[in-house]
């Protein structure tokens, strides 16, 4: 039989290992992180309406935090964290000599550093906070709005993301309501 205070020590060996074996599979998980970048990165699209420029912005590190003002109107805030913002733009080329000519759309997705293959689909979509902006002088129709119909796949493997969506905002036109891209992040 084995002696009470042995058998607290070799407890307390054991519950020292499985904590230093716990830290070790999570900084695992770590290192197959999508984000081996530590500035934003943004990388032009090819595939893109004419006359206009789409690009996604990579933005490690932070988090998404979503607002509303006095107004009740919603704005983006980006704040140094602990995930991944993925920004995809699609901006029209301007009019020369128009005032208020400029006309944009913004989705923001926002998600862990690390690998990953999900779907989401209508309010789950706000897992990701999943954020459609048009920006533009359009009364009544610019803003943000919260995205809730709609379905996204994302895969992220290591250097590597694959964004697939089809979305709709209620009541607000959009240009761009699909999203087909795979982007390789170069180390």
Request: charged share 25%; aromatic share 10%.
């Amino acid at each position: 039989m084995i002696p009470l205070q042995k058998c607290n020590a070799m407890a307390r060996y054991f519950l020292f290992f499985l904590v230093i074996l716990n830290i070790g599979c999570q900084s695992s998980r770590l290192n197959k992180s999508l984000i081996s970048l530590k500035e934003p990165k943004v990388i032009t699209l090819k595939s893109c309406p004419v006359k206009s420029n789409c690009t996604i912005e990579i933005i490690p590190h932070s988090n998404l935090i979503i607002k509303k003002d006095e107004f009740k109107n919603t704005y983006i805030e980006i704040l140094k964290g602990s995930k991944t913002i993925i920004k995809y733009q699609y901006k029209k080329d301007e009019m020369p000599n128009t005032k208020d000519g400029h006309y944009s759309e913004i989705v923001y997705i926002e998600t862990d550093n690390y690998d990953k293959n999900i779907y989401l689909k209508n309010e789950q979509l706000q897992e990701v906070k999943m954020v459609f902006g048009r920006l533009c002088y359009c009364k009544g129709t610019s803003g943000y709005f919260r995205v809730i119909k709609g379905e996204l796949e994302l895969t992220v493997k290591k250097n590597k993301l694959t964004l697939n969506s089809i979305f709709s905002v209620d009541n607000i036109p959009q240009i761009i309501a699909k999203l087909n891209e795979t982007i390789i992040l170069e180390k």
